[in-house]
């Protein structure tokens, strides 16, 4: 039985992983967090490492494995350029799914969190980029009052809000893909006026967040994904069948 290591706990790597299973592969997903772990499904042939690994410690591990794929978030770059130079360190296969990718034009584009805030206009801010970069949006005047974060209902995203002085009620701890309904919700109770995001695609829930905003006259602050190239999910399946029964 041939082995795969899987890294990602996204949407995609999920779906991947059971598929993986099912074709005939040992698999073994590689998350970094508890969280992670906990979103990954309880399948046969499917087993989980949560923890943070660099490179060497990367290459080191895949020796024990046939193939690596990468379904890490498409904005993770820093950890894709790891597990891709890991893999080639060992020698390994390396598969990059990447999501479909597409023009918005209704939303104002920038190349970092900082640069989108830069752009937000009067009113209330939907800060949904990920606790990491949290801190650029004590830029915004009166940010206390105006942005509210959605965060990863763990400890640590939470921590960092606060750290950044946003208080209680501000930060929405809570575990996406949020549907049209949610984002409705949530701009409309908290009285958002500007949206500042990543384009997720659809297995993020970003589509709906698109339709809320357009809805309710929300702008949207996009920052623009890092340019990469991979594979489909339908083409990773394809590569992973022809491997599986390769010598």
Not at 86 to 108: N, Q
Not at 168 to 184: K, M, Q, T, V, Y
Request: charged letters at 20%.
């Amino acid at each position: 039985m041939k082995r795969l290591l899987l890294f990602g706990g996204t949407t995609e790597g999920r779906e991947l992983a059971a598929a993986a299973a099912a074709m005939g592969y040992d698999v073994t997903v590689s998350v970094a967090t508890d969280y992670g772990a906990g979103c990954v499904p309880d399948a046969p042939g499917v087993t989980v490492h949560t923890g943070r690994l660099d490179a060497a410690e990367m290459a080191a591990w895949m020796a024990g494995f046939d193939v690596v794929a990468d379904a890490t978030h498409p904005y993770a770059v820093a950890v894709s350029a790891n597990v891709r130079a890991a893999a080639a360190a060992a020698g390994r296969p390396y598969l990059r799914l990447v999501r479909p990718e597409s023009d918005h034009p209704g939303c104002t584009y920038a190349d970092s969190v900082a640069g989108a805030v830069a752009l937000v206009p009067p009113g209330n801010v939907l800060a949904a980029t990920g606790s990491k970069e949290i801190a650029a949006y004590t830029a915004i005047p009166g940010y206390r009052q105006r942005v509210y974060a959605r965060v990863l209902p763990v400890e640590s995203s939470v921590a960092a809000c606060r750290a950044a002085g946003l208080p209680e009620d501000h930060i929405l701890a809570a575990r996406g893909p949020f549907s049209l309904a949610d984002n409705l919700e949530t701009m409309e109770r908290y009285a958002i006026r500007s949206l500042v995001t990543k384009d997720g695609g659809a297995a993020g829930g970003f589509p709906e967040k698109l339709e809320a905003a357009r809805r309710l006259g929300v702008q949207v602050l996009l920052i623009r994904r890092p340019a990469e190239t991979g594979l489909t999910m339908a083409e990773l399946r394809t590569r992973l069948e022809a491997l599986v029964w390769s010598e």
